[in-house]
């Protein structure tokens, strides 16, 4: 079966991906999401689409059990080296998330970063990670994730915001065509993985409009959604979501 771009792109790539601008906002994401769990030390978190275990291990640090899921083993085995360097004992576990079979198991979900939601082919697709995360959490249960601003696209360039945010080294993306019809934005991405091999893909990633994420989970339960801008490392509730936003963070509560 032909791999999808979004498992092409993180083979080889735990290194090179802890390297990249987006993921430099750890501890203030975490800060962040202990206040919204009132710093309750009993609470069991899922990190969805954990990639190499950034939040996973600082939330450990701080002393809350979290299991960690992702799809690609790459990212996976640098998460458990740091988990190793680190002397944390945290779980890393390989799983689908359109196939979670978790029930009622968590106190908080998390995807941050497009951490699984919302990378996937088809909207049923992102709807069915979003399905088994709510059936993960039990009642009264929380999730936290940042996704793409469709509203974004509509008055500025995803290739110049992309560009503009690059450091030496990062993954490059360009040809980007925003297609207003799914809301999808097709680029070419270019990143050197930890081998040093230059690897080229077309990729493509759903953006959502606010409204379509509140209806969304509302149809699966939760009662509460707000949803916010997303500032790199400060994600407050302060920041109420605008045009200029590349992403959304978005809290639901069952």
């Known amino acids: 079966?032909?791999?999808?771009?979004?498992?092409?792109?993180?083979?080889?790539?735990?290194?090179?991906?802890?390297?990249?601008?987006?993921?430099?906002?750890?501890?203030?994401?975490?800060?962040?999401?202990?206040?919204?769990?009132?710093?309750?030390?009993?609470?069991?978190?899922?990190?969805?689409?954990?990639?190499?275990?950034?939040?996973?291990?600082?939330?450990?640090?701080?002393?809350?059990?979290?299991?960690?899921?992702?799809?690609?083993?790459?990212?996976?085995?640098?998460?458990?080296?740091?988990?190793?360097?680190?002397?944390?004992?945290?779980?890393?576990?390989?799983?689908?998330?359109?196939?979670?079979?978790?029930?009622?198991?968590?106190?908080?979900?998390?995807?941050?970063?497009e951490g699984a939601f919302p990378l996937m082919e088809t909207d049923e697709m992102n709807f069915e990670i979003l399905r088994r995360a709510a059936r993960a959490l039990r009642e009264p249960g929380k999730i936290i994730f940042t996704t793409l601003n469709a509203l974004f696209p509509l008055y500025n360039s995803v290739e110049e915001f992309c560009a503009s945010d690059k450091q030496e080294g990062n993954a490059e993306y360009r040809e980007n065509r925003f297609d207003f019809m799914s809301l999808r934005d097709y680029n070419i991405t270019v990143v050197e993985d930890d081998l040093g091999q230059k690897k080229e893909l077309e990729c493509n990633e759903r953006y959502y409009m606010p409204s379509e994420i509140t209806w969304l989970l509302k149809t699966l339960g939760f009662k509460r959604v707000d949803i916010f801008g997303a500032k790199l490392g400060a994600f407050s509730r302060k920041d109420n979501l605008t045009t200029k936003d590349f992403e959304m963070l978005v809290i639901a509560e069952k």
């Open 1 to 113: 079966m032909e791999k999808q771009w979004y498992e092409e792109l993180f083979e080889n790539y735990g290194k090179g991906y802890d390297k990249e601008s987006f993921t430099q906002g750890t501890l203030g994401e975490c800060d962040f999401i202990e206040k919204e769990i009132n710093y309750n030390k009993n609470c069991r978190i899922l990190d969805l689409g954990c990639g190499t275990g950034r939040h996973s291990l600082e939330l450990t640090k701080r002393g809350y059990t979290v299991l960690g899921v992702d799809l690609s083993d790459s990212q996976l085995e640098r998460a458990r080296e740091k988990a190793k360097e680190q002397n944390l004992a945290v779980e890393f576990r390989k799983q689908d998330a359109r196939k979670l079979d978790f029930k009622e198991e968590f106190d908080l979900v998390i995807m941050l970063c």
